[in-house]
């Protein structure tokens, strides 16, 4: 091989091992944004089923536990991360498989900056997390930060958390119901 051809070579396979990694995370971040975008599609959905659930009920409240909505055959597939593999259960146990994680306050007075669902980094290839407000309002956050807000809401006392035995399982145990209303 001519000094050359060598040079060229090098040259070849230099270039391949700084561009290969950046185009790679570029293919990462395009799938992480893609999916947070659904997934919080899907966290409005669910406010705009809460909110038409409240009105109806007369309810200054959010419902005790998410299977006291009856869920449609298109709503309750929002239930789902697009990010996880659970598959859609029955709508009249979604308590049981749902992969977002159900904060019910039980003092009746909910703080607006207290999450009413949050979506897990499990679901987001373990990066980052999205939650929903009360106020429709939603926001994703990078795991570390997700996880120090869970600590936090698990810490207050007036919450009830509910959490789907799949999800437990999938957590290893992370994330767990608490005094949920109406199922101890
Ligand atoms: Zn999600």
Known sequence: ?????????????????????LFLNAVANHRLLTLRSTCVQHLRNISVVFEAYRESHSLSNYPPRLSAINWTSSSVTDLVCPGSRVQVGSTSSVDEWTDYIYIVDL????????????????????????????????????????????????????????????????????YRSRRCPGRG
């Open 1 to 21: 091989m001519s000094s050359n051809r060598f040079g060229c070579a090098v040259v070849s396979v230099l270039a391949a091992a700084i561009v290969v990694p």
């Open 107 to 174: 003092s009746g007075r909910r703080a607006p900056d207290t999450p009413l669902l949050l979506c897990p980094p499990a679901n987001h290839y373990g990066r980052e997390g999205c939650l929903l407000y009360s106020d429709g309002f939603t926001r994703c956050m990078w795991q570390p930060e997700f996880d120090r807000l869970v600590d936090e809401l698990y810490a207050n006392t007036n919450l009830a958390i509910a959490v789907s035995e799949t999800l437990t399982k999938r957590s290893e145990g992370r």
